[in-house]
C-alpha cells in the first residue's frame, strides 16, 4: 500500500511540475504576466529548481526581465489638441521603410513598451522601460537598430528616451530595452507642457495657408522662440536641447531639437516632414526634409535661425545641400552587421531618403522680390515691395535674381557699384512711408545666397 501511495505521489509530483513548466514556457500566450499572483508564484517556485541563465544569449546587458514590470509606471500618452484648420499627418516613414517582419514586429511592440518607464534608476541613471519581446527570432543588431531608428524618427513626440539600448535572447526570442532620461511622473509633467506649447503655436496658425506657407509660418515661429544652445553641445546633461522640448518647453536647443520641433509641428499642420542626420562643415548634425505639394526639400531651420532668421537652406535640392552638408548613409544597405565604429559607438544612419530636386518652393524663387533686370516696370515692383516690407518693420528682404541673369553681375549692380540699384529702391519706397519707418539708405547689409540665386538685404529704420 504504502508503495502505491508513494507511485501515486511521485505521478502527481510530476504532473504538478510540468504544468508549472509549461504555464512558465507559455504564459504570455496564456495572458498571464510576472505580476499575477500566480505566476509571481511560479517565478520563485521555479527559480530554485531551473538553473538561472538558462538559454540566454549574450546581448548588450544583463538577462532582462519579462515585460510587465509591476516597478514600471505608465507615461502620460495624451497628444496636443489638433487645428481647426488643418489635419494632423501621421508619420510612419520610419515603419514603412522596415523590410522584415521581425524589424517590423519590434518596432510595434517597442512604441508600446516605451512608455512603461521604472520608478527607480539604474546604476547609471537612466530609467528602463518595459522590455518589448519579439517571438521565435533571434534579432539581428542590424535589425535591432533600424527598428530603433525608425521608432524614433517616426515618433519626436517621445522626447525622453536616451540613445542607449539594451537587448537579449531567451528560448529563440528577443527582447530589447530602452531607456529614458527620466522618471515616469516627470515624463508626463513633460508632456503636458510640451502638448501646451504645441498647443499655443498651432492654435496661432492662420485658416487658409497654402502647405509652403504654414512650413514658413513653423520655421519663423521656431526662430522666433528658440535660441542655440552651445553648452549643449559637449553637456550630456542638457539632453533636453537635443529633442523636441528644447525648443518648445526650454527656448534653447541644438540642431536635432531643431529638426524634431519642426517635424513634430508640421505633422499639426498637415506636413510631411522627417529628419535627416549627417554633418554640417564637418560636425554632426541633423536637419529635415519636407514635403511641400508634392516636392521634397531640404530643410535647415537650425542654420536660419542666426542673430536674424535667413533662408539660405529653405527648401533647397539635394545638390546644394551637399555644398555644406554630408548625408548619413542608408543603414538598409550597410553590409553585414557593420553598424557600429571601432570603438563600439553606433555609425550615423538615416533609412532611406526621397530625392529633392525641386526648387519651386524654394524661399528665394517662392516669396523674394524677383530681379529680372533694372526697367522701370521691375524697378517700380521691386520698391513696392520694399515699402511693404518697411510698414511692418521686417528686418530683412529677400531677392530673387532670374536664372537669366548672371548672378555675380546683377548683385554687383544691386549693391557693389556706386549709387547702386538698392539705393534707387530705397529711395522710392521712402518717399511713400511716414516718419518712423523709412529705410535707414547707410546701414543697408546684405547677405548673399548664390546656390539659391538669393540675395537678402537687412534693413534698419530711422
Excluded at 527582447?175 to 511622473?185: A, D, G, N, W
Excluded at 511713400?432 to 538685404?457: H, M, W
Amino acid at each position: 500500500m504504502k508503495k502505491f501511495l508513494s507511485a501515486v505521489m511521485t505521478v502527481m509530483l510530476t504532473g504538478l511540475i510540468g504544468m508549472f513548466v509549461v504555464l512558465f514556457l507559455y504564459h504570455d500566450r496564456l495572458g498571464l504576466q510576472w505580476n499575477d499572483p500566480l505566476t509571481g508564484y511560479l517565478q520563485s517556485a521555479l527559480a530554485s529548481v531551473l538553473p538561472q541563465g538558462s538559454d540566454v544569449s549574450a546581448g548588450q546587458a544583463e538577462p532582462e526581465p519579462a515585460s510587465g514590470d509591476k516597478n514600471t509606471v505608465s507615461v502620460l500618452r495624451d497628444a496636443a489638441p489638433v487645428s481647426k484648420h488643418y489635419p494632423v499627418f501621421h508619420q510612419t516613414a520610419g515603419l514603412d521603410s522596415l523590410t522584415d517582419s521581425g524589424s517590423r514586429a519590434l518596432y510595434q511592440e517597442l512604441l508600446k513598451s516605451v512608455h512603461a518607464i521604472a520608478k527607480e534608476a539604474d546604476k547609471d541613471g537612466y530609467y528602463p522601460t518595459d522590455g518589448a519581446s519579439v517571438k521565435g527570432q533571434e534579432l539581428s543588431e542590424k535589425q535591432i537598430r533600424t527598428a530603433v531608428l525608425a521608432l524614433r524618427g517616426d515618433n519626436p513626440q517621445i522626447f525622453w528616451l536616451a540613445s542607449q539600448y539594451s537587448y537579449t535572447y531567451r528560448s529563440g526570442n528577443t527582447t530589447v530595452r530602452l531607456f529614458s532620461y527620466l522618471p515616469p511622473e516627470k515624463c508626463s509633467e513633460l508632456v503636458k507642457k510640451m502638448n501646451a506649447a504645441v498647443a499655443s503655436v498651432i492654435g496661432a496658425v492662420p485658416a487658409g495657408l497654402s502647405e509652403l506657407d504654414r512650413e514658413i509660418y513653423l520655421f519663423q515661429a521656431i526662430a522666433k522662440m528658440c535660441t542655440y544652445d552651445n553648452a549643449a553641445v559637449t553637456d550630456s546633461k542638457r539632453w533636453a536641447a537635443h529633442e523636441a522640448t528644447g525648443v518648445l518647453v526650454d527656448g534653447t536647443a541644438v540642431c536635432e531639437g531643431y529638426s524634431e520641433a519642426m517635424q513634430l509641428l508640421a505633422s499639426y499642420c498637415g506636413l510631411d516632414c522627417r529628419t535627416v542626420s549627417g554633418s554640417g562643415n564637418g560636425e554632426p548634425h541633423m536637419w529635415n526634409i519636407i514635403k511641400i505639394d508634392g516636392e521634397w526639400y531640404h530643410l535647415d531651420s537650425t542654420w536660419g535661425d542666426s542673430d536674424l532668421v535667413n533662408y539660405n537652406y529653405f527648401n533647397v535640392t539635394d545638390s546644394i545641400i551637399r555644398a555644406d552638408h554630408s548625408i548619413s548613409g542608408n543603414i538598409l544597405l550597410a553590409e553585414g552587421e557593420n553598424v557600429k565604429n571601432g570603438d563600439g559607438s553606433s555609425v550615423d544612419y538615416n533609412l532611406p531618403l526621397p530625392a529633392c530636386t525641386s526648387m519651386k518652393a524654394n524661399y528665394f524663387r517662392a516669396k523674394g522680390i524677383a530681379v529680372s533686370g533694372f526697367n522701370s516696370k521691375n524697378n517700380n515692383k521691386a520698391s513696392a515691395a520694399l515699402a511693404a516690407a518697411a510698414k511692418t518693420k521686417s528686418p530683412t528682404v529677400e531677392f530673387y535674381i532670374d536664372e537669366k541673369l548672371n548672378y555675380e553681375n546683377t548683385v554687383a549692380q544691386m549693391v557693389g557699384a556706386p549709387r547702386y540699384q538698392l539705393s534707387s529702391y530705397v529711395e522710392q519706397a521712402n518717399r511713400t512711408l511716414k516718419a518712423g519707418s523709412r529705410i535707414n539708405e547707410d546701414k543697408i547689409q546684405y547677405v548673399q545666397a548664390e546656390k539659391c540665386r538669393g540675395l537678402t538685404v537687412i534693413l534698419e529704420y530711422d
